[in-house]
């Protein structure tokens, strides 16, 4: 397909905007990001590159760049126990994680994984300082405004702006948020102030009575990522850019293991945001305008695959555009038909862990505790970590035409 059969517009250039933009140019298309801060920047802290994020982003030629500060993981996962950090189940992910999905599990601080997606993205297809107030439809077709005035009436319009997306409210409508009642609290630890043990190639998760605790290293382990939960207050707000104090989060925590208080001390002002809930939407598309990533499947960060789902996004919404042609209503309908039974998935288990992690001591706790030694959650999930784009496009196109040959090859993409 020439890449002027569609006019494609991405607002919001985060990771899911530019994942987009990659993927979208990697089919032949051209399509232009707008994004409304006047540099791409990337705040927050850490992630978790699993393997079906890590495939994707090697096949846009973007990971060999990202690996460059990227810390792969080799001691692997671990869940510790509150009190005095036993180990309650570890996994080795050094061959195992590449032998079941071709690829290893990697984190990285979020401003990196931006960086080597935009390397994709040329800077004449980002228009910066545009931010979109409003999305009205005129019949079909999507017009965004922003609030320099600007008016786009794009032949595709592609919402990558986040948990509090404007083009979502024009296609889905107001859905107000619940409570949670659970807060993040997020710093970047330097890995010189910061205690050995949390300084290894792991991902290592404590849990214990309403409250966890995760950190693993970011930046060529030049700093230790920690993200923490414990229950909310009504002050507390969803916002990258809220801060608490290095007191608050060390008294979340009292009498956990101490090696967890000198890891927080050490982490100067951390940032603090409540996790808002929300439930699956019903439908992601209308006319000639979709959504991805937290626009369309807000999730909790439970399984850390927000980041991924968002990439897996991107790549399934390049493939239906590429096999259906012009054709846009239909590459939207296969699109949406595809990933939202797969996020909503992802949705309610990310969900239900909070309730698993934060179990009091007693029957239920000790149960879990069992079942996490006798688990092995790499295989578990494979449901996650094996999802192929590809394959899951040409399932799809199998299903809706019996008689037709795939339109991709099937294998890992």
């Not at 705040?43 to 760049?65: T, Y």
């Not at 409250?211 to 700093?223: A, C, E, I, N």
């Not at 850390?304 to 209503?329: R, T, W």
């Not at 069992?370 to 959650?377: F, H, I, K, R, V």
Request: glycine share 10%; charged share 20%.
């Amino acid at each position: 397909m020439g890449s002027d059969s569609i006019d494609i517009a991405i607002v919001g250039g985060g990771i899911g905007g530019l994942a987009a933009a990659a993927s979208l140019r990697a089919q032949g298309f051209a399509p232009i990001v707008y994004e409304q801060a006047r540099a791409l920047t990337e705040i927050g802290a850490g992630l978790v590159v699993a393997p079906n994020a890590g495939r994707l982003l090697r096949g846009l030629g973007v990971l060999e760049g990202l690996l460059t500060r990227a810390v792969r993981l080799d001691v692997g996962w671990e869940f510790r126990r509150w009190q005095d950090g036993s180990v309650l189940s570890s996994e080795d992910l050094e061959s195992a994680c590449r032998d079941l999905y071709g690829e290893h599990t990697y984190t990285a601080h979020r401003a990196d994984l931006l960086d080597a997606l935009r390397s994709a993205v040329p800077e004449s297809s980002v228009r910066l300082g545009m931010r979109a107030t409003s999305v009205s439809f005129d019949g079909e077709d999507a017009v965004v405004t922003f609030e320099n005035g600007d008016r786009i009436r794009p032949g595709l319009l592609v919402g990558a702006d986040g948990v509090h997306s404007v083009v979502r409210r024009s296609i889905a409508g107001d859905h107000p948020a619940r409570e949670s009642g659970i807060c993040a609290f997020r710093a970047l630890v330097p890995a010189s102030h910061a205690p050995e043990f949390a300084t290894r190639a792991a991902q290592t998760l404590w849990v214990g009575p309403d409250r966890h605790l995760v950190h693993y290293p970011v930046s060529s382990g030049k700093f230790v990522n920690v993200v923490a939960f414990a229950p909310t207050s009504a002050a507390t707000v969803e916002s990258w850019s809220a801060t608490s104090s290095t007191e608050e989060l060390v008294a979340e925590f009292e009498g956990w293991d101490p090696r967890l208080s000198r890891l927080i001390e050490a982490a100067g002002t951390p940032g603090r945001w409540a996790l808002l809930d929300r439930e699956p939407l019903d439908g992601w598309n209308r006319g000639n305008a979709t959504m991805l990533g937290d626009a369309a499947h807000p999730m909790f960060p439970f399984f850390a695959q927000g980041a991924a789902q968002a990439i897996e996004d991107a790549a399934v919404l390049a493939l239906c555009l590429s096999e259906h042609g012009p054709d846009v209503q239909s590459s939207l309908e296969a699109y949406e038909a595809i990933r939202r039974p797969r996020t909503t998935r992802m949705q309610h288990v990310s969900h239900g862990r909070s309730l698993v992690n934060h179990l009091p001591d007693g029957v239920e706790q000790r149960a879990r505790d069992d079942a996490y030694a006798a688990g092995d959650p790499l295989t578990d999930n494979g449901w996650i970590y094996g999802y192929d784009p590809v394959d899951a496009v040409a399932r799809h196109t199998f299903s809706a035409d019996a008689d037709r040959p795939p339109a991709f090859p099937l294998g890992t993409s």
